[in-house]
T-cell receptor, first 112, second 110 residues
Framework: NAGVTQTPKFRVLKTGQSMTLLCAQD?????MYWYRQDPGMGLRLIHY???????AKGEVPDGYNVSRLKKQNFLLGLESAAPSQTSVYFC???????????FGPGTRLTVT | GQQVMQIPQYQHVQEGEDFTTYCNSS?????IQWYKQRPGGHPVFLIQ?????EVKKQKRLTFQFGEAKKNSSLHITATQTTDVGTYFC??????????FGSGTRLQVQP
């Protein structure tokens, strides 16, 4: 039981490049989330999903897209990376009844 | 939108001293969760409070949920170096997504 895994762990992009971050969970959770964490800013919700095939915007969705084609996977895409997207990205999943969130180890992204 | 504020942002204590972090929401919460993130790590769930006025204890950690369900606190008695990290509160207004506070970073001097 691996819990929540994220790929890749580190990435450096040039401005304007695109990339996809992959999150996978093996706990059969319905809910999945993408957050970004910047120094002193806590965790800010980018997008989330309440089930396969459904997604919704969070607090800071601009510049990102997501897809949840399979229940266990949640993809975060950056179409045209900007230096302001330099951050640590965390994926999380949860389920009823408590909806406590299980986090992945994070992806450290640097955009130059 | 919902806002969750946490104070202090940072606290440095001597080992053995007590520590408290406070969390305040701009709206009434259905429940509140607390997470701990060790340096370089990811957030890990500690506890959930649901009822107005609820108090829960985990060894040296005491969690409280306010009567109005808009504030919460985490108190650590006799801190240890293993308590180092950032403590986040996170509030649910509905079921679907949490709003995280900005966190309190705790440093413990041996």
């Amino acid at each position: 039981n691996a819990g929540v895994t994220q790929t890749p762990k580190f990435r450096v992009l040039k401005t304007g490049q695109s990339m996809t971050l992959l999150c996978a969970q093996d706990m059969n959770h319905e809910y999945m989330y993408w957050y970004r964490q910047d120094p002193g800013m806590g965790l800010r919700l980018i997008h989330y999903s309440v089930g396969e095939g459904t997604t919704a915007k969070g607090e800071v969705p601009d510049g990102y897209n997501v897809s949840r084609l399979k229940k266990q996977n949640f993809l975060l895409g950056l179409e045209s990376a900007a230096p302001s997207q330099t951050s640590v990205y965390f994926c999380a999943s949860s389920t009823a009844p408590r909806y406590e969130q299980y986090f992945g180890p994070g992806t450290r992204l640097t955009v130059t | 939108g919902q806002q969750v504020m946490q104070i202090p942002q940072y606290q440095h204590v001597q080992e053995g001293e007590d520590f408290t972090t406070y969390c305040n929401s701009s709206t009434t919460l259905s429940n509140i969760q607390w997470y701990k993130q060790r340096p370089g790590g990811h957030p890990v769930f500690l506890i959930q409070l649901v009822k107005s006025g609820e108090v829960k204890k985990q060894k040296r950690l005491t969690f409280q949920f306010g009567e109005a369900k808009k504030n919460s606190s985490l108190h650590i008695t006799a801190t240890q170096t293993t308590d180092v990290g950032t403590y986040f509160c996170a509030g649910h207004t509905g079921r679907r997504a949490l709003t995280f506070g900005s966190g309190t970073r705790l440093q413990v001097q041996p």
